[in-house]
């Protein structure tokens, strides 16, 4: 699919500006600060209702205006679709669909595919272990919507707990709490924590070939990139993803975990306690890859979830690839082998701060990016 | 801001559930042109409910009574308990004209971050009416969502021993929503499919 039409309303540095897109490459290029990046985080907001670099909606709002509008045409066959969202911060988005009103935000979700490539995105492999969990799951929700629901379901049941395990500890010492309500929480987690890690498990079989496979190539043989899932189940779990037999597996750690989960009044088991341990050759990235390496790892992971989605997906629903501030980080070698690696994409955004930092096999159509305008100049 | 007494009248209107700031003005300045026989009408209805409106001594269902309309109706099948969560559910369940039993108003659900547990519901009340042995069928008709559904998942539990048969309303509620907000064709057929609770 490709985008062939961004229109964004006091979003970010933006008050009003229309872009028409075409399929191939097309380069955001101007010098820091003029608004690139919010341009490709714009799009990456319709596909995932979400901002890569900020934690709420607030600071996507232009300073001074109350709501931002992001308004996207999509093209998927010859199919087209106008999405329109409204985003006021503190409120729950408003979703257009050709016009059309729909009933929640969320029912874009899907619409529009990306991969975006970020230099935040050093954090997945140099940073905490909820970056990487974040990384799985935000690409197991690209891949079906459904997981939305899965993890929101999943993060309720574990504050639930969490505010329940809190007081039990004391209740229960005192004599004369029952653990009843507890073991109600103790199913819910297991059963929905099951539903993530059964989706997660699937998900790194996949990815891990294509990991190891664009490392390679991004770094012209630089080393074995493997994967693994740490799992709070423990190294000696069989992890085979069936719901069923992990969620029993989930019951009975957490029944095995119970007075120190009281103790300490967090829940120790399940999957937001869980990694994803990305090594080169023997060692762990995390503490001893090089900067470049890191960064290798992380293009890798993004080129990787690119080629597992377009094989996964049912044609014409090839994401739109995102390369933000990509290019400058490379010598004219790995650009050159970057450029053939993702020149068959249907649609590739770049961004860039000079021209010379665009290669020539994504020279399609190109922008300057000013002050707040864009403009079409090749 | 406006001046003293207008203000103080949007500000209490801003309390009322799904009434926002805007809202809360308008509906202010509505009293202010509104006739007062108009507004006096509004007060007394307030007050009325507010004096005479007392909880079911047996289902804590709202009545004007001791008992209300349908605890005190001998039609109504005392064999089969419907629990739910607010009065307001009542009132739901009641549309569909799907359910001749009586009801049990918990007064909320099992929710941790709120500091509500089994104690703060009407949980042991309900077992006492379980008691007696007239009760053959307890449907838990608590809200699809999280809450709800460990609220019935307890219950369950707990009425296990008492060798009753323990139903939930049939799956096809929207996922998350809440009992009340539920069509009555919808609610109608999840009552009639209920399916028994294995725990
Ligand atoms: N909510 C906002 N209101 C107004 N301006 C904003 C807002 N958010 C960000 N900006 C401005 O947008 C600019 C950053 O834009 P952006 O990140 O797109 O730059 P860029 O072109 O990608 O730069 P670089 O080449 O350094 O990555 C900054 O000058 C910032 O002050
Ligand atoms: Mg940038
Ligand atoms: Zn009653």
């Known amino acids: 699919m490709h985008l062939e039409l961004l229109s964004l309303t006091d979003f970010?540095?933006?008050?009003?500006?229309?872009?028409?897109?075409?399929?191939?490459?097309?380069?955001?290029?101007?010098?820091?600060?003029?608004?690139?990046?919010?341009?490709?985080?714009?799009?990456?907001?319709?596909?995932?209702?979400?901002?890569?670099?900020?934690?709420?909606?607030?600071?996507?709002?232009?300073?001074?205006?109350?709501?931002?509008?992001?308004?996207?045409?999509?093209?998927?066959?010859?199919?087209?679709?106008?999405?329109?969202l409204e985003i006021v911060p503190g409120k729950s988005n408003r979703a257009r669909i050709n016009r059309a009103d729909v009933p929640r935000a969320r029912e874009v979700l899907g619409l529009l595919r990306t991969v975006l490539f970020a230099p935040e995105d050093l954090?997945?492999?140099?940073?905490?272990?909820?970056?990487?969990?974040?990384?799985?799951?935000?690409?197991?929700?690209?891949?079906?919507p459904r997981m939305v629901a899965v993890r929101s379901e999943y993060d309720r049941v574990l504050k639930q707990r969490n505010a329940l395990l809190k007081t039990a500890g004391a209740t229960v010492r005192s004599g004369k709490g029952d653990l009843r309500t507890l073991e109600i929480w103790d199913s819910h987690l297991?059963?929905?924590?099951?539903?993530?890690?059964?989706?997660?498990?699937?998900?790194?079989?996949?990815?891990?070939?294509?990991?190891?496979?664009?490392?390679?190539?991004?770094?012209?043989?630089?080393?074995?990139?493997?994967?693994?899932?740490?799992?709070?189940?423990?190294?000696?779990a069989a992890l085979v993803p069936d719901r069923d037999l992990l969620s029993a597996q989930l019951l009975e750690a957490i029944s095995a975990a119970r007075s120190q989960e009281l103790d300490r009044g967090v829940s120790l088991v399940g999957p937001h306690r869980d990694d994803l341990v990305l090594q080169l050759g023997p060692l762990p990235t995390r503490g001893y890859a090089s900067h470049g390496e890191s960064w290798s790892y992380a293009l890798a992971l993004r080129l990787a979830s690119y080629n597992l989605?377009?094989?996964?997906?049912?044609?014409?629903?090839?994401?739109?690839?995102?390369?933000?501030?990509?290019?400058?980080?490379?010598?004219?070698?790995?650009?050159?082998?970057?450029?053939?690696?993702?020149?068959?994409?249907?649609?590739?955004?770049?961004?860039?701060?000079?021209?010379?930092?665009?290669?020539?096999e994504l020279a399609g159509a190109r922008y300057d990016v000013m002050a707040g305008e864009v403009r079409r100049v090749v | 801001m406006y001046e003293g007494i207008v203000q103080d009248l949007i500000d209490e209107l801003g309390r009322l559930p799904g009434v926002g700031p805007k809202s809360a003005q308008r509906i202010a300045f509505h009293l202010l042109s509104a006739e007062p026989a108009e507004v006096r009408k509004l007060v007394h209805a307030i007050s009325e409910v507010k004096e005479k409106i007392r909880f079911c001594e047996v289902c804590a269902?709202?009545?004007?009574?001791?008992?209300?309309?349908?605890?005190?109706?001998?039609?109504?099948?005392?064999?089969?308990?419907?629990?739910?969560?607010?009065?307001?559910?009542?009132?739901?369940?009641?549309?569909?004209?799907?359910?001749?039993?009586?009801?049990?108003?918990?007064?909320?659900?099992?929710?941790?971050?709120?500091?509500?547990?089994?104690?703060?519901?009407?949980?042991?009340?309900?077992?006492?009416?379980?008691?007696?042995?007239?009760?053959?069928?307890?449907?838990?008709?608590?809200?699809?969502?999280?809450?709800?559904?460990?609220?019935?998942?307890?219950?369950?539990?707990?009425?296990?021993?008492?060798?009753?048969?323990?139903?939930?309303?049939?799956?096809?509620?929207?996922?998350?929503?809440?009992?009340?907000?539920?069509?009555?064709?919808?609610?109608?057929?999840?009552?009639?499919?209920?399916?028994?609770?294995?725990?």
Do not use: W
């Not at chain 1, 630089?222 to 994967?227: D, E, H, I």
């Not at chain 1, 740490?230 to 000696?236: D, I, T, V, Y």
């Not at chain 2, 006492?128 to 998942?153: C, F, H, K």
């Open chain 1, 12 to 84: 970010r540095s933006y008050s009003e500006v229309e872009i028409q897109l075409v399929p191939g490459g097309c380069a955001f290029v101007g010098p820091n600060g003029q608004g690139k990046t919010n341009l490709v985080e714009a799009i990456g907001y319709v596909a995932t209702l979400g901002s890569h670099r900020a934690a709420g909606d607030a600071p996507l709002v232009r300073l001074g205006a109350e709501r931002a509008t992001v308004r996207a045409g999509l093209v998927r066959d010859d199919r087209k679709a106008l999405v329109e």
């Open chain 1, 123 to 144: 954090a997945i492999v140099k940073g905490d272990p909820s970056e990487r969990r974040r990384f799985l799951d935000e690409l197991l929700t690209v891949q079906s």
């Open chain 1, 190 to 236: 297991a059963s929905s924590g099951a539903d993530l890690l059964a989706a997660r498990l699937r998900l790194v079989a996949e990815l891990g070939p294509l990991v190891e496979k664009a490392y390679d190539e991004v770094s012209a043989g630089g080393g074995a990139a493997t994967m693994n899932y740490k799992c709070s189940l423990g190294p000696e």
């Open chain 1, 309 to 360: 989605l377009r094989e996964s997906g049912d044609t014409g629903m090839d994401p739109v690839l995102i390369l933000d501030d990509v290019f400058a980080e490379l010598d004219a070698e790995r650009r050159q082998r970057l450029a053939r690696l993702v020149g068959t994409a249907e649609q590739v955004l770049i961004t860039a701060a000079v021209p010379a930092d665009v290669p020539e």
């Open chain 2, 61 to 199: 269902n709202v009545t004007e009574d001791a008992l209300c309309r349908i605890c005190r109706d001998p039609r109504r099948d005392p064999s089969v308990i419907c629990v739910v969560e607010e009065a307001k559910d009542v009132v739901a369940v009641e549309r569909t004209r799907e359910f001749r039993g009586r009801y049990h108003v918990l007064g909320g659900a099992i929710s941790p971050i709120e500091g509500i547990g089994p104690d703060d519901l009407r949980v042991r009340e309900l077992m006492t009416r379980l008691s007696d042995g007239a009760v053959t069928e307890i449907i838990l008709a608590t809200d699809p969502n999280l809450e709800g559904e460990a609220t019935a998942t307890y219950l369950a539990r707990l009425i296990k021993p008492l060798g009753l048969k323990v139903t939930r309303p049939a799956s096809g509620l929207p996922v998350g929503g809440d009992l009340e907000y539920a069509d009555e064709v919808t609610l109608g057929r999840a009552f009639e499919g209920r399916r028994l609770l294995d725990v």
